[in-house]
């Protein structure tokens, strides 16, 4: 039986990846600092520990694994990210992390090694133009990145590439384009903008209005979990070790995304454009490499994902108010027995 590793196996990509891994037959172990909030994962075994600590790493990565996927990361949404306020956390940790997953897993013999990087490390300044952003793989140097969150993933990319060449790790890297899809998070401020999108068309009126970040009129392509997988496990099958974009080619603004989200809602929708984290003002996956290289690129519509999505978060919301709303009921109950209780007392 194959093995894998899944690091980062709590998370939105990486619960979905080792569902993924268990139906293919491997033997799974997961680490994560905490077990998956959404759904109950079929790992064989799953430690919770922080990969910033070299004792965990030590712990999880006991043995030559076939594969280790490596998506552990200190991130969120754009309000997270390009904020400005969580940038040192962002590098540190995420840095940590990738240095001690790299030395560890060639000291332990790992036959394969994945390392999720993200279209966050492509140059700013070929991203200006909103309906024209430049993200071919050879495009990224002069490196110019937007965020620490890009530097990051920059740095951590060729600091795998170097083991690859001095210890002779093998490594595949990737470059993620806004990955979305169901069991991720869609509230609390970690939220990128698919599940943002839902959550705000799924709590508002017919009719209503929502906010969103920036003029919207910054694009961005949007890739459903189901189809990064695909393009992860064929990289990892693959004579090719990367850096590849796994990303659609189909293009959105944000107040597009949002306009898409109601129609699929059902709902017709008022959009307040207010100042926030924007990021850069235009990006999408250019798809040529990956095309030559495993002969696949992700091609399913972004209405089908969304789709999807909308659904499951409408559900959440609908869960979240009924709570709200048995708490509401439990506390006028107690409330009101606390007063008879004194009444009968005096």
Not at 57 to 78: I, R, S
Not at 110 to 122: E, H
Not at 298 to 319: A, D, F
């Amino acid at each position: 039986m194959r093995t894998a590793l899944v690091c980062g196996a709590g998370g939105f990509i990486g619960g979905h990846l080792v569902k993924r891994l268990k139906k293919e037959g491997f033997w799974v172990r997961g680490v994560d600092l905490k077990q998956h909030e959404y759904t109950q994962l079929p790992t064989d075994d799953f430690v919770i520990g922080d990969l910033t600590d070299i004792s965990v790493v030590n712990k999880v990565l006991d043995q030559p694994f076939d594969e280790l996927y490596q998506l552990a990361a200190d991130m969120g949404g754009a309000g997270y990210l390009f904020g400005g306020e969580n940038d040192a956390n962002v590098m540190h940790n995420s840095g940590v992390i990738n240095l001690n997953i790299a030395k560890r897993a060639t000291e332990m013999g790992v036959k394969k090694l994945f390392y999720s990087s993200s279209a966050c490390m492509y140059p700013a300044y070929n991203q200006e133009d909103p309906d024209n952003p430049k993200c071919a793989e050879n495009s990224a140097y002069p490196a110019a990145p937007d965020s620490e969150y890009g530097w990051e993933k920059l740095f951590s990319e060729r600091l795998y590439c170097a083991f690859h060449r001095n210890y002779g790790l093998n490594v595949k890297v990737a470059r993620f384009h806004n990955v979305f899809g169901i069991e991720g998070t869609w509230n609390g401020g970690k939220e990128k903008a698919p599940a943002a999108m839902c959550r705000k068309v799924a709590e508002v009126e017919d009719g209503g209005t929502i906010e969103v970040w920036g003029d919207g009129l910054q694009t961005r392509s949007f890739l459903y979990v189901d189809e990064c997988l695909e393009g992860v496990r064929r990289l990892m099958d693959a004579d090719f070790m990367g850096p590849v974009n796994i990303g659609s080619e189909e293009m959105i603004s944000i107040n597009g995304l949002a306009q898409l989200v109601a129609e699929v809602a059902g709902k017709k929708i008022h959009i307040k454009n207010i100042p926030g984290p924007m990021g850069v003002r235009g990006r999408n996956s250019d798809n040529a490499l990956i095309k030559e290289k495993l002969g696949w690129a992700p091609s399913k519509p972004l209405r089908e994902g969304i789709e999807k999505t909308y659904y499951w978060i409408n559900e959440q919301v609908k869960l979240q108010k009924a709570e709200v709303k048995l708490n509401k009921s439990l506390y006028n109950e107690v409330s009101i027995g606390s007063c008879s209780l004194q009444d009968s007392c005096r």
